[in-house]
């Protein structure tokens, strides 16, 4: 019995030997969390929230940074966000929200703004809203099955409460243009060559870089079908083991080469 839990005991360490850091960021007193992808690269960011001052969002592939979004009322004294596809389009929302409170009667006020991912514009600014029960934090879901989540937020007292359902108001427009193709890259971790689909009709090049942002190889598709990387650099000669980024028509997607 000890023998077996010995055994035990020492494949469990083993198979964490080759686990590790793989970076590291840096955030002074921000406080990070993995969130939504608002870069739609179909990987997860980092959020940074600061707390009453921004929010900073970093690319989980690249590590780059991609957004900051300052306070947009500075009586909200905490910011949040989630994210969601508020408009039907191809690009998700992202809905950031805050809020501050007084004592002596206890009140929350909070309110949310939207903002576009592809552009980082802002689409929309809620009024405030105020409870003397808890803060009300957005919730989105498609509640009607529109395709198009809606923005679900509670208020009102212990007497008297309501369920604010806030929504996008204009029609889905239809489009006889062909879906996006979506960069994929298999198999994802690899010793050998993988190969590269969900390439744009137009044969636009596809660069495969390292994390520090350096190209390492260009290939140049005659068209959107697949394409094959030899894992190898420009020069021919093969890549050091590591994570490398693969872009094309603006998408981005990752592979690991292992040794």
């Known amino acids: 019995m000890k023998q077996a839990l010995v055994l035990l005991l020492l494949a469990a360490s083993l198979s964490w030997a080759s686990y590790g850091v793989e970076w590291t960021l840096s955030t002074g007193r921000g406080a990070p969390y993995v969130s939504f992808d608002v870069d739609r690269d179909n990987l997860p960011d980092v959020c940074v929230s600061y707390s009453a001052d921004s929010l900073v969002f970093y690319s989980g592939a690249s590590h780059a940074r991609l957004w900051t979004i300052q306070n947009p009322h500075p009586e909200n004294t905490y910011l949040g966000a989630t994210s969601g596809n508020t408009g039907g389009d191809a690009w998700p929302e992202l809905v950031v929200y805050g809020y501050h409170y007084t004592t002596s009667p206890t009140v929350y006020y909070y309110r949310f703004d939207i903002y576009d991912c592809a552009s980082h514009q802002s689409l929309f600014s809620s009024p405030e809203m105020s409870s003397n029960l808890t803060v009300g934090i957005p919730y989105l879901t498609d509640i009607d099955g529109d395709g198009r989540c809606e923005i679900c937020v509670a208020c009102g007292d ?100 292992l040794p």
């Open 158 to 257: 212990s007497t008297a409460r309501t369920l604010q359902v806030y929504g996008s108001s204009g029609a889905v427009e239809e489009s006889s243009a062909p879906p996006v193709p979506r960069l994929s890259v298999a198999p994802s971790v690899s010793r050998s060559a993988v190969v590269v689909t969900g390439l744009p009709p137009t044969g636009s090049p596809i660069r495969i870089s390292d994390v520090c942002g350096r190209v390492v190889r260009t290939l140049a598709p005659a068209g959107p079908g697949p394409v094959v990387w030899d894992g190898t650099d420009d020069h021919s000669r093969p890549v050091p083991p590591g994570c490398y980024l693969v872009r094309a028509g603006g998408q981005v997607n990752k592979v690991v080469s």
